[in-house]
């Protein structure tokens, strides 16, 4: 049995979290500390703080993880392993700590889409296959030595969130692999190729912006790959107009990008791209929660003719 620092944040570290404490000695959780969220400014904790608090988990929240407080703490915890899901960059001084090193399990299949937002892009990107790696953590982020790995195929539909929800626990038992095999000394590491790779900087806000004169299948893509955050939206008329799920209905026919070519009250509605259309199927207008885009065409009176992009929208000119 391996002693073990777990550190992470997210709903996405918490399957391996539970999986390593039910086979190993996780000795304590490092995670962030409470913030407040929502509009209530409600003081909230990480999903994984929650988690160990109900796994009876000695939990660590530290401000700078080069505090050499921090470092004395946790090298007291004789850990063999520390292991990092979704985390922060972690210091030098702090990942060498344990004897058997620091892995992280990282949700691609290393080399490629290195950074934040590995699934997100690969959606985006309109891959149909993508993986988790366990490494080894070294100083330059997500470049360490490769350990274990396991493919994960991607629906043509599914959402970035979708997607991860099944990663985690693919991730959880990938992780229990690397664990046992770094136990029984099994494991070989193996360095990762140089060869630049597409990589996965955070996406923000802006990322999420529609640009309907592109292709039907890339624009479906940025929904799958912007849901649920930070969200994939159109410049409404009356505002930033979220759209969080579509359905392509044509990839070849030439459009009017922006255009509504079907409403109904019952279906929703259809939108035409550079190529193609989609049948938007949710969305969320500002300030709104969710519906589905049937209810969007009825309450807000979407109409064959109209542009949900203003920047679309033909130009009047005043002939006077």
Same mark, same amino acid.
């Given at each position: 049995?391996?002693?073990?620092? /777990?550190?992470?944040?997210?709903?996405?570290?918490?399957?391996?979290?539970?999986?390593?404490?039910?086979?190993?000695?996780?000795?304590?959780?490092? %995670?962030?500390?409470?913030?407040?969220?929502?509009?209530?400014?409600?003081?909230?904790?990480?999903?994984?703080?929650?988690?160990?608090?109900?796994?009876?988990?000695?939990?660590?929240?530290?401000?700078?993880?080069?505090?050499?407080?921090?470092?004395?703490? #946790?090298? %007291?915890?004789?850990? =063999? *392993?520390?292991?990092?899901?979704?985390?922060?960059? *972690?210091?030098?001084? $702090?990942?060498?700590?344990?004897?058997?090193?620091?892995?992280? #399990?990282?949700?691609? #299949?290393?080399?490629? !889409?290195?950074?934040?937002?590995?699934?997100?892009?690969?959606?985006?990107? @309109?891959?149909?296959? %993508?993986? +988790?790696?366990? /490494? !080894?953590?070294?100083? &330059?982020?997500?470049?360490?030595?490769?350990?274990?790995?396991?493919?994960?195929?991607?629906?043509? =539909?599914?959402?970035?969130?979708?997607?991860?929800?099944?990663?985690?626990?693919? @991730?959880?038992? +990938?992780? #229990?692999?690397?664990?046992?095999?770094?136990?029984?000394?099994?494991?070989?590491?193996?360095?990762?190729?140089?060869?630049?790779?597409?990589?996965?900087?955070?996406?923000?806000?802006?990322?999420?912006?529609?640009?309907?004169?592109?292709?039907?299948?890339?624009?479906?893509?940025?929904?799958? @790959?912007?849901?649920?955050?930070?969200?994939?939206?159109?410049?409404?008329?009356?505002?930033?107009?979220?759209?969080?799920?579509?359905?392509?209905?044509?990839?070849?026919?030439?459009?009017?990008?922006?255009?509504?070519?079907?409403?109904?009250?019952?279906?929703?509605?259809?939108?035409?791209?550079?190529?193609? &259309? *989609?049948?938007? $199927?949710?969305?969320?207008?500002?300030?709104?929660?969710?519906?589905?885009?049937?209810? /969007?065409?009825? @309450?807000?009176?979407?109409?064959?003719?109209?542009?949900?992009?203003?920047?679309?929208?033909?130009?009047?000119?005043?002939?006077?």
């Amino acid at each position: 049995m391996i002693r073990i620092v /777990f550190m992470g944040n997210g709903e996405f570290g918490i399957p391996t979290l539970r999986t390593l404490h039910e086979n190993h000695h996780v000795a304590a959780v490092v %995670t962030g500390r409470d913030t407040f969220k929502g509009r209530g400014r409600t003081l909230t904790s990480s999903p994984v703080k929650e988690a160990a608090r109900t796994l009876g988990i000695e939990v660590i929240e530290p401000e700078n993880l080069s505090d050499p407080i921090l470092i004395e703490n #946790l090298t %007291t915890l004789d850990a =063999d *392993l520390f292991f990092v899901v979704a985390f922060r960059i *972690l210091p030098k001084e $702090l990942f060498g700590i344990p004897p058997k090193g620091t892995v992280n #399990l990282h949700a691609s #299949l290393l080399p490629d !889409y290195r950074g934040a937002a590995p699934i997100n892009r690969a959606i985006i990107n @309109g891959d149909e296959v %993508t993986g +988790l790696t366990t /490494f !080894y953590i070294e100083k &330059k982020v997500d470049t360490g030595d490769m350990l274990l790995s396991a493919q994960v195929s991607i629906g043509p =539909d599914e959402t970035a969130g979708e997607l991860a929800d099944r990663m985690k626990h693919v @991730g959880a038992q +990938l992780a #229990l692999d690397t664990v046992n095999g770094i136990e029984r000394e099994i494991l070989s590491a193996v360095k990762q190729p140089d060869t630049p790779r597409r990589p996965a900087p955070k996406l923000f806000k802006e990322h999420g912006r529609i640009d309907w004169s592109k292709d039907a299948r890339s624009v479906h893509n940025q929904v799958r @790959g912007m849901n649920p955050s930070p969200g994939a939206f159109s410049d409404w008329p009356r505002g930033p107009l979220k759209i969080h799920r579509t359905q392509i209905v044509d990839t070849e026919s030439p459009g009017t990008p922006g255009l509504v070519t079907d409403s109904s009250p019952h279906a929703g509605f259809v939108v035409s791209c550079g190529t193609g &259309k *989609l049948r938007v $199927l949710e969305v969320q207008p500002p300030g709104k929660k969710i519906m589905d885009a049937a209810s /969007f065409v009825r @309450g807000y009176r979407i109409e064959t003719g109209m542009f949900i992009d203003r920047k679309n929208e033909p130009q009047q000119h005043d002939d006077r």
